[in-house]
């Protein structure tokens, strides 16, 4: 979504998506089913692997960022009882493939460091059962505190419907919520998708103020879609 915006907590500020992922705090992106949580932190996952890449030429320090859905990281960390990093480590193995024990020690630092981000998405979708010893969701939040306080700022980006949101789950971390699409995001979006029918685009474009609920149904680019 690179026209995508944000809106922070409690602030009428609306600001553009690079401009909110350049804050160095710990970021909780928030919104509706369907505003773009995924894509939005798929897309961003990809910046920063591009932009690491196009340093290499440059400069020997490889910075990169992976992006986890946040019920595998908390399923593994109770399943195996261990810490953050590790999971981290042994989830991206099982995707890639087998690392070796220098690469697997060169993440954890690279994670520790700063260089490697970290992106996590679906807090919501994460069962929480205060009464359980094994409550998935405590655990991840845990081990997410715990890193922050023993790493050099490890960028750490959380994803999280509004509705199932606890608040407050990290310190001094940035909670921005999407922003639905405006006017002229829907009907670039609309003249997008309709590219081989302009008439048809144009039709639908200056229908949408006259049905007053299509406005507000089709800011939401998956009812949109």
């Known amino acids: 979504q690179d026209t995508s915006s944000e809106q922070p907590l ?48 440059s400069s020997k320090e490889i910075t990169a960022a992976f992006y986890f859905h946040a019920n595998q990281v908390a ?3 109770v399943a195996s009882r261990a810490g953050l990093l590790h999971v981290a480590v042994k989830l ?19 994670f520790r460091s700063g260089r490697i981000s970290l992106l996590i998405d679906g807090l919501d979708e994460v069962a929480s059962l205060p009464s359980d010893p094994t409550d998935r969701r405590a655990a991840l939040l845990t081990q997410l505190a715990t890193m922050a306080k023993v790493s050099n700022g490890c960028p750490v980006i959380l994803s999280s419907r509004v509705s199932g949101y606890p608040g407050a789950v990290l310190s001094q971390s940035e909670e921005w919520q999407l922003a639905p699409f405006k006017a002229p995001q829907i009907r670039k979006t609309i003249k997008g998708w309709l590219l081989e029918y302009p008439e048809a685009a144009e039709k639908l474009c200056k229908s949408i103020p006259r049905v007053l609920p299509l406005a507000e149904i089709l800011s939401n680019p998956l009812l949109l879609m």
């Open 10 to 57: 409690n602030k009428s500020e609306t600001v553009p998506w690079r401009a909110a992922m350049s804050q160095t705090a710990p970021m909780i992106i928030l919104g509706v089913p369907g505003i773009g949580k995924t894509i939005a932190l798929l897309q961003e996952t990809a910046t920063r692997c591009a932009k690491g890449l196009n340093a290499l030429a």
């Open 75 to 77: 399923g593994l960390l």
């Open 92 to 110: 991206i193995s099982e995707r890639h493939g087998p690392l070796s024990d220098a690469v697997q020690s060169w993440l954890q630092a690279s």
